[in-house]
T-cell receptor, first 116, second 113 residues
Framework: EAGVAQSPRYKIIEKRQSVAFWCNPI?????LYWYQQILGQGPKLLIQ????????DSQLPKDRFSAERLKGVDSTLKIQPAKLEDSAVYLC??????????????FGPGTRLTVL | KQEVTQIPAALSVPEGENLVLNCSFT??????LQWFRQDPGKGLTSLLL?????REQTSGRLNASLDKSSGRSTLYIAASQPGDSATYLC????????????FGKGTKLTVNP
């Protein structure tokens, strides 16, 4: 079974530039998550999709971050414009069911973003 | 607001030692607790998931226990090996509100040959 795919693996941009990350979850997984992991911290949930719909985006800085999940499969996360504090690893995860209380999340390798 | 703390932040042991990693959480109303492993430059791998009604889970040389009432969990690694070197993260799903994983900062484990 193929895992969660993410691209690019690394990205370096200047502040105020825009950047987009792509995630392809495990086939058939209904729920998709984007996390931000700052160096030395645990991952923090940015947004959670169930199929096409957003379940939780309470910690997404909506003035600069946006995300969509196309046809309930692939997802993109965009930052526009980037700030220095956005430097982090962006992790995508997926789970089979609709309830985090019961399902294991499978993580992709992440995209390491450096904002200069 | 749920907060998860992991102690110690880093641990270095010789190969073959048994070791314990600690995790505590402030809100005991959880659905489950999970332990993950993170290798440098890679994503997270789920090791063990303990439902709130369970006391422990075992997988190979790993054993995780949960004391929900006191807000604590431990991950026991038996006969450690250099390949166990990684960062271990604890996370909980809290009851009420959205069901999201709240992570600790992790314990960086180094097993020396």
């Amino acid at each position: 079974e193929a895992g969660v795919a993410q691209s690019p693996r690394y990205k370096i941009i200047e502040k105020r530039q825009s950047v987009a990350f792509w995630c392809n979850p495990i086939s058939g997984h209904a729920t998709l998550y984007w996390y931000q992991q700052i160096l030395g911290q645990g991952p923090k949930l940015l947004i959670q999709f169930q199929n096409n719909g957003v379940v939780d985006d309470s910690q997404l800085p909506k003035d600069r971050f946006s995300a969509e999940r196309l046809k309930g499969v692939d997802s993109t996360l965009k930052i526009q414009p980037a700030k220095l504090e956005d430097s982090a690893v962006y992790l995508c995860a997926s789970s089979l069911g609709l309830m985090a209380r019961a399902d294991t999340q499978y993580f992709g390798p992440g995209t390491r973003l450096t904002v200069l | 607001k749920q907060e998860v703390t992991q102690i110690p932040a880093a641990l270095s042991v010789p190969e073959g030692e048994n070791l314990v990693l600690n995790c505590s959480f402030t809100d005991s109303a959880i659905y489950n607790l999970q332990w993950f492993r993170q290798d440098p430059g890679k994503g997270l791998t789920s090791l063990l998931l303990i439902q709130s009604s369970q006391r422990e889970q075992t997988s190979g040389r790993l054993n995780a226990s949960l004391d929900k009432s006191s807000g604590r969990s431990t991950l026991y690694i038996a006969a450690s090996q250099p390949g166990d070197s990684a960062t271990y993260l604890c996370a909980v799903v809290t009851q009420g509100g959205s069901e999201k994983l709240v992570f600790g900062k992790g314990t960086k484990l180094t097993v020396n040959p």
